[in-house]
């Protein structure tokens, strides 16, 4: 496999869930519609060789601003944290709850 590449289209979603995990020498990457459905695996796999990231605990960032640009107008984040590496039920379920939210 070539982890440069990633074949799949693009998502194309008004409002997305995106969900990054990983552990030693493996990651997975899932994302969905925020509005409907559920949760689909985009990557499952090894880490590519040499890439081992910083270890950060304790802190999420959902985005940069507050330069009273007009580029990030109308931007919206929000996060989850969860413990460890979580399973796809526990991503399931929140997902499930931000479907409820229902963004609009």
């Given at each position: 496999?070539?982890?440069g590449y990633n074949p799949d289209p693009p998502i194309n979603h008004r409002f997305v869930t995106a969900i990054v995990k990983?552990?030693?020498?493996?990651?997975s990457i899932r994302s969905a519609d925020a509005q409907a459905g559920g949760v689909s695996t985009v990557f499952d796999g090894r880490r590519p060789n040499g890439y081992?990231?910083?270890?950060?605990?304790?802190?999420?960032?959902?985005g940069i601003g507050g330069d009273n640009s007009?580029?990030?107008e109308g931007t919206f984040f929000e996060g989850v944290?969860?413990?460890?590496?979580?399973?796809n039920a526990t991503e399931s379920a929140v997902q499930a709850n931000i479907v409820a939210a229902g963004y609009r």
């Open positions: 496999m070539n982890s990983g552990e030693p020498n493996h990651w081992n990231p910083m270890k950060k605990q304790g802190a999420i960032l959902l007009v580029s990030g944290l969860t413990s460890g590496y979580p399973s």
